[in-house]
């Protein structure tokens, strides 16, 4: 009767750092369920806080002391490997960082329910109100991003992205201020992202049909030795790859990026920007490298076209734009592209893949940090209506606000790859796998993009240096402790990392040595 | 004990015509019911309230259904104007059928010879047999929804929408009260449910050997008193009879329905549920066909054609307690309702779940009793500190409130013309808000403007 | 999916079966989209759904295919219902169900339809996959669920629980300061 069924092998120590933070995050619902509303925000900081810290010590811990497993965890399902485990240790610290960033200041809305402009958001801002719920929902969205990049077959790959998407897609509407923008761009989110899940499932029943199967291994078994069945691979991998750089914004599935950056409150943003891109790209490499790797030689020419458009749409856009959050998003647009040039950078040779892996995850660190330092700076300008969007507001800053203008221009400098700075070695390291991969014509659109992305980032430091402060111009607020830090630590990072990277290398070289477990 | 009935691999052998047979048998058994079920619920109800109830058509007006039906059927067929025409022909007909459909899955009793034929008396059986139930009583929701809808009609669909949310809120708890017997059982398959209650085990304390009941009616009494509620908001019955409430809906969702042959369907499909969850409970918690107590004592009990007068006798003791809970409560309010079904019973039932799940586990072989133990330990007493915290959160609001009301009163007290009774002032909106010497000079108001 | 599939016809009862029922959905499908009053189109995806479950049926699915009509049927387009009644509630036809895309809408769907369609024709067309009796019966799909599946399922209890958080963060009204 019972009994029959053979309990599951889960590897608990290995998803260790995943459960805690859903763990984490059920346990911030019992609170918002039984705590009383005065103490919630003092339980949810520091659980949030220590969950992402406790989980990121247990990543640690799980690649020095027990080394990196070599099959994957959990029936299969989740594949705990080298550069899971690195990408889980920059998505915690990330997204660590985004939350001293959410707990800083007040972005969010006083009372989601309250049309925007009436009486009762009047009266809940007048009284406080606040949605403590903020903290349960990233620490969802931040699990999402853990399992994603870890998925060893398609089902879970989709269930992760939809972890992953459905609380941002919520916390994008939840602004303070600009709240009608604010919910376009979560409406425009859900939409767009809903519509790529689907492609996404659709792609992963039509490789099922394919290969009999959704595990990323079997797959790879089955391009190689199933014949006659070739439009559904290719329909299916094509569809699976829709899905999955609509999430990394790549074009031309680029359009949701700026509205939503732009809409959603700034925390959020940084957290999209760097936490989400970091999970996506994982995801992409993974099953590109390995569930699709056996057809390399046909999803190549179509993501280096992809590529190619990603980063001249993100670089020529970016200099159209007058506000400052829109140009950034620009900015994360073009440098999805920057990344795509190393997916693309494989070859016959485990050595050559492994250089592109290591690649791509120095860059994702590197980028993701400068990211979250630029959203935190762009908190701390404000206008009378909130952050102070329009770039011409943004004129002079450097003669109001010396430090906190030269923060910002060092972290443009660092999305334009200027030596010194983390990201021309990110650049250069992605750049240098895809020139032995062969792939020297990308490499040549990449540097010219690069180029042109420099001349807009260069724009805004001579808008902020040498030109005129307005009369009324923004005021800089003090920044809270937490939004401190985060500025802080995102300049020590791309200072260390662009003065002295051999050690997050070596760290991403030997993560990427072993590749990804099949 | 003996003869554990049919199992699932004694269906799907029978010839055609026998399937014919059993299905028309079903069907004029439910029709008669109908019939036989007004008169009985009319005559019960009217015996409990002092009254003789219907005695004029035929001995003991026993046919007094046949001539209701009679007369229905003669009406007139009025047909609103307004209404969505197909929509307010398929309602009735959308109501009805999936009510019969549920009985297919119904044991009424074991292995029988029909006609040179062994066959179990259940039309069919499926291995998820009790989804199918709910899944024809989650389909009958639309006969309301859609006669509320189409009779475009206030009443109507006031009527409709409450019982839309009525139904899915309840059948959210009805679905979990089964869980527990699933769970106990090990199947979903209404015969082999049956069968599984054919003995019970013994339970060894102090060396005595106590044979426990083996109905789950015993073993799992919570999930059965939570299903007999669902039962009653299920059937759209009183207390719960909120979408036909015709003190404040006249008839709710079938208010633009004459009493023509489509409202004589509505009777029938709430007649016909009525027996469905009555055989649902019989099914699950009473031992299905097989023969109470006493009588199971006598070895040919369970065999043969005995075990159908059995599941007869228990369903008309179902019916009779639908009537009797008609008798005594009055109607509950909407927002009770629905705060009762979603704040009460559902957690409830899940805790439940959660407690009979445990103990199923530890249960079990090779399971790891002390981890069991120890955890459940956790969560007791984590869930007793909540309590005990809110618990005196809620006693220091309840004293703080008294207190408030205490100090009103006392000083209503002192004002000796309130003399603490509360007198309405002289302004209420009731009077329009004139006082009587200030009121205009009345007009002339022609009788039926009003 | 390498064994030899028998030939099309003639065809069986059950093949006859799935083939109405499909006609029956890909028809109520079409009636979704194109009826103008909004109730209507809430009670076509009813038949859709329908017939969906009637497919999952002919395939031996038969936990789905009552999973399918007591959720989809029986809950979520009631719900739906529940929603254009409260809210809009528009009689007869709503003249701005329409779009001045349609065409454009149109030839998209109808372009993606063929397709897919070709995809799963010419990717399917030797496949064979015999109907085994029972594989579609709880136990076969729990024990998949909790053995193979179980950390996906667990996921998407997670999703659900966060969705249901959000649900209640966007509607409720009743929050106060924090005083």
């Known amino acids: 009767m019972n009994g029959t069924i053979q309990a599951p092998t889960i590897e608990y120590a290995l998803l260790a750092p995943m459960l805690v933070v859903f763990g984490a995050a059920i346990v911030g619902v019992l609170v918002e369920a039984f705590a009383p509303r005065y103490l919630r925000s003092a339980i949810h900081v520091p659980l949030t806080l220590l969950s992402l810290a406790g989980a990121f010590a247990l990543t640690i811990w799980q690649a020095a002391a027990k080394g990196i497993p070599t099959k994957a965890a959990a029936m299969g399902a989740v594949a705990v490997d080298g550069p899971a485990l690195f990408i889980w240790g920059t998505i915690l610290v990330l997204a660590f960082v985004s939350v001293l960033l959410i707990k800083g200041e007040d972005h969010f809305v006083a009372a989601a329910s309250a049309v925007p402009g009436s009486a009762e958001e009047e009266q809940a801002l007048h009284e406080g109100a606040a949605h403590s719920e903020i903290y349960p929902l990233v620490l969802f969205a931040v699990g999402g991003m853990l399992l994603f990049p870890a998925a060893n077959d398609l089902l879970v790959a989709f269930v992760a992205l939809e972890v992953m998407s459905l609380p941002l897609y919520l916390l994008c509407g939840l602004a303070r201020r600009r709240r009608l923008l604010s919910q376009e761009a979560a409406v425009k989110y859900f939409l767009l992202g809903a519509f790529s899940s689907a492609f996404f499932l659709y792609g992963t029943a039509l490789l099922y049909g394919y290969a009999g199967s959704i595990d990323l291994a079997k797959i790879s078994t089955a391009v190689g030795s199933v014949g006659g069945q070739d439009t559904l691979l290719y329909i299916g991998a094509a569809m699976l790859g829709v899905g999955l750089l609509f999430k990394i914004g790549a074009a031309p599935f680029q359009a949701w990026k700026p509205d939503v950056y732009q809409g959603a409150p700034t925390p959020i943003t940084a957290l999209m920007a760097s936490g989400t891109l970091v999970a996506a790209f994982g995801a992409l490499v993974r099953v590109f490298w390995v569930g699709l790797g056996g057809l390399d030689w046909d999803w190549r020419p179509v993501l280096y076209g992809v590529a190619i458009l990603t980063m001249v749409v993100g670089a020529v856009l970016a200099i159209t734009q007058t506000d400052i959050k829109r140009m950034l998003a620009y900015s994360s647009i073009a440098h999805g592209g920057f990344l795509l040039v190393g997916v693309i950078a494989t070859g016959k040779a485990a050595a050559q893949n492994a250089s592109a892996l290591s690649g791509i995850l120095f860059y994702l660190v590197a980028y993701g940090f400068t990211t979250v330092g630029a959203f935190a700076v762009v908190t701390m300008v404000r206008d009378a209506g909130g952050e102070a969007w329009h770039l011409s507001r943004w004129a002079g800053l450097g003669k109001r606000s010396p430090l906190l203008a030269g923060i910002f221009a060092f972290f443009l400098l660092a999305f334009a790859g200027i030596p010194l700075t983390s990201g021309f070695f990110g650049k250069y390291a992605v750049f240098q796998a895809a020139v032995s991969g062969g792939a020297l014509p990308l490499v040549i659109v990449g540097v010219v993009a690069s180029a042109v992305a420099a001349f807009f980032y260069v724009r805004v430091i001579v808008l902020m240096f040498f030109s005129d402060p307005a009369a009324d111009g923004p005021s800089i607020v003090l920044p809270s402790r937490g939004t401190a830090a985060v500025v802080g630590l995102a300049v020590l990072a791309t200072v260390v990392l662009g003065v002295y990277p051999q050690p997050v290398l070596d760290l991403a070289h030997s993560a990427a040595q072993s590749l990804f477990v099949r | ?450 | 999916m390498t064994l030899q599939a028998p030939g099309f016809w003639p065809p069986t009862g059950p093949e006859i079966v799935f083939l109405l029922l499909g006609v029956v959905a890909l028809g109520s499908a079409l009636l979704v989209v194109t009826t103008r009053q909004l109730v209507h189109a809430a009670l076509w995806l009813v038949v859709c759904f329908g017939a969906l479950a009637g497919g999952y049926l002919v395939l031996t699915a038969e936990f789905v295919a009552w999973v399918q009509v007591l959720i989809y049927v029986g809950a979520v387009v009631v719900l739906l219902l529940f929603g254009i009644m409260l809210t809009r509630a528009p009689i007869g036809r709503s003249a701005d169900l329409d779009s001045g895309n349609r065409w454009a809408a149109a030839l998209v769907a109808l372009a993606t339809a063929a397709v897919l369609v070709t995809v799963v024709v010419s990717g399917f067309r030797t496949a064979y996959a015999p109907l085994d009796p029972g594989q579609g019966a709880a136990k076969p799909l729990g024990s998949s669920i909790f053995r193979t599946w179980v950390l996906p399922f667990e996921a998407l209890s997670v999703l659900l629980l966060a969705a249901l958080v959000g649900a209640i963060v966007l509607s409720r009204t009743d929050i106060q300061g924090r005083k």
């Open chain 2, 1 to 450: 004990m003996n003869n554990p009935g049919p199992t699932l691999s004694d269906f799907g052998h029978d010839p055609l015509w026998i399937s014919i047979i059993k299905a028309v048998a079903i069907f004029v058994f439910l029709m008669l019911g109908v019939l036989f079920g007004v008169w009985t619920e009319r005559k019960l109800i009217s015996r409990m309230q002092h009254r003789y109830g219907p005695n004029r058509a035929g001995k003991f007006g026993l046919l007094q259904s046949v001539a209701d039906g009679l007369k229905m059927g003669l009406k007139e067929d009025l047909m609103p104007r307004t209404v969505d025409k197909v929509i307010y022909f398929l309602a009735p007909v959308v109501i009805a059928v999936p009510a019969f459909l549920a009985f297919s899955v119904i044991p009424f009793g074991p292995m029988v010879w029909m006609f040179g034929h062994k066959t179990p008396l259940q039309l069919t059986d499926l291995p998820v047999a009790v989804l199918l139930v709910l899944a024809t009583a989650s389909i009958g929701v639309y006969g309301i929804v859609l006669a509320g809808w189409g009779s475009r009609s206030p009443y109507a669909i006031l009527g409709g929408l409450r019982s839309s949310a009525q139904v899915v809120s309840y059948e959210i708890a009805m679905g979990l009260s089964f869980v527990a017997v699933f769970l106990k059982a090990g199947t979903l398959s209404t015969s082999e449910i049956v069968a599984k209650q054919a003995g019970g085990g013994t339970w060894d304390i102090f060396g005595m050997h106590i044979p426990t009941p083996s109905w789950y009616v015993f073993s799992l009494i919570p999930s059965f008193l939570i299903y007999a509620v669902t039962m009653l908001g299920e059937t759209n019955r009183v207390p719960f009879d909120l979408p036909e409430g015709e003190g404040e809906l006249v008839g709710g969702f079938h208010t633009e329905y004459s009493s023509s042959l489509k409202f004589a369907m509505f009777m029938l499909a709430e007649y016909v549920n009525v027996f469905t969850v009555s055989a649902m409970a019989i099914t699950l918690f009473l031992g299905g066909w097989r023969a109470p107590w006493p009588i199971s004592l006598w070895d040919g009990a369970n065999t043969g054609w005995w075990p159908m007068l059995w599941f007869f006798a228990k369903l008309a003791l179902a019916f009779a307690f639908f009537v009797w809970v008609r008798a005594s409560l009055p109607r509950v309010r909407y927002d009770q309702l629905m705060a009762f079904g979603w704040k009460v019973l559902i957690p409830l039932n899940l805790g439940w779940i959660l407690l009979a799940a445990t103990l199923q586990a530890l249960r079990l072989p090779e399971s790891n009793r002390n981890g069991i133990l120890a955890f459940g330990a956790v969560v007791v007493i984590a869930g007793l500190g909540i309590w005990l915290r809110f618990d005196t959160v809620n006693q220091r609001r309840r004293e703080a409130r008294a207190a408030e009301v205490e100090e009103e009163f006392e000083q209503l007290r002192e004002e000796p013309a309130a003399g603490g009774f509360p007198v309405p002032p002289l302004d209420l909106p009731h009077y329009h808000g004139v006082v009587p010497s200030a009121r205009a000079p009345k007009e002339e108001v022609t009788s039926g403007s009003n």
